[in-house]
């Protein structure tokens, strides 16, 4: 009952002492712009093979996209969940399970809100399938030291990965959100390092904190994370 007022809260005083901290450690070098200089990827001419690869990413979405929707009807046993809940008019409770021992509040809530506006399975996709788009996108930016075909490539091959595949597939797998969160945490450190902005730093922290609640395995991946890179900035 009082999981999203504290969720709240404690995001938002999460990200206020974020905002805090990078403000008190910024110089005017850092506080400065990005400098478009910096920018490899601005700099890259688009060749006619970066175009053609781009192309048959988008194509290879189309068929993705349309495969993923192929004899979806809410017949498989974990789809319970939507035809005994949401498709009845009734919210799916964060998933707080004391005698599991499971701790997942974010699963699921997102059909909460889709619930009010379809009751179709392609409409219960579209989420799923906008988030797929996304995390094409960020794949494509994330890397600017490799070139566009290089990065059209690896992006297709993490599509095929059967992690990828079986995550954005379909609709009971919360394990797609912690993937589109972990690459926007990623985007969102990278343009920290580089620019030294206050809000990528608020919203790597916000990033963090909604993976956390989206699956208990998320501790160990930002503990990693965070203790890997002060390693390597106190050996430097």
């Not at 809530?109 to 988030?131: A, C, D, K, M, S």
């Not at 993937?179 to 922290?205: G, N, P």
């Not at 993976?211 to 390693?231: D, H, N, S, T």
Request: glycine share 6%; with cysteine; net charge positive.
């Amino acid at each position: 009952t009082w999981f999203w007022p504290m969720w709240i809260a404690i995001t938002a005083a999460a990200s206020f002492f974020a905002a805090w901290a990078v403000g008190r450690a910024a110089t005017p070098m850092a506080r400065g712009a990005e400098n478009p200089s910096t920018n490899r990827a601005s700099r890259l001419a688009w060749s006619r093979g970066d175009v053609t690869a781009l192309t048959l990413l988008v194509l290879f979405l189309v068929c993705y996209i349309a495969l993923t929707l192929k004899w979806e009807d809410f017949a498989y046993s974990d789809d319970s969940s939507f035809t005994l809940t949401t498709l009845r008019g009734h919210d799916l409770s964060p998933p707080i399970r004391r005698a599991e021992g499971r701790f997942w509040p974010l699963g699921f809530q997102e059909f909460n809100l889709i619930r009010h506006f379809t009751r179709t399975v392609v409409g219960y996709h579209v989420l799923p399938i906008l988030q797929l788009l996304v995390l094409c996108g960020i794949l494509l930016l994330l890397d600017e030291e490799l070139s566009i075909t290089a990065r059209t490539g690896l992006t297709a091959l993490v599509l095929v990965l059967p992690a990828i595949t079986v995550s954005f597939g379909g609709l009971i797998y919360g394990e797609r959100n912690l993937v589109l969160w972990l690459v926007c945490l990623a985007l969102s450190i990278k343009r920290f390092e580089r620019t030294q902005a206050t809000a990528w730093a608020v919203s790597a922290v916000i990033c963090a904190q909604i993976m956390i609640y989206y699956k208990e395995v998320a501790f160990l991946l930002l503990w990693g994370l965070a203790v890997g890179r002060l390693v390597l900035r106190c050996k430097k």
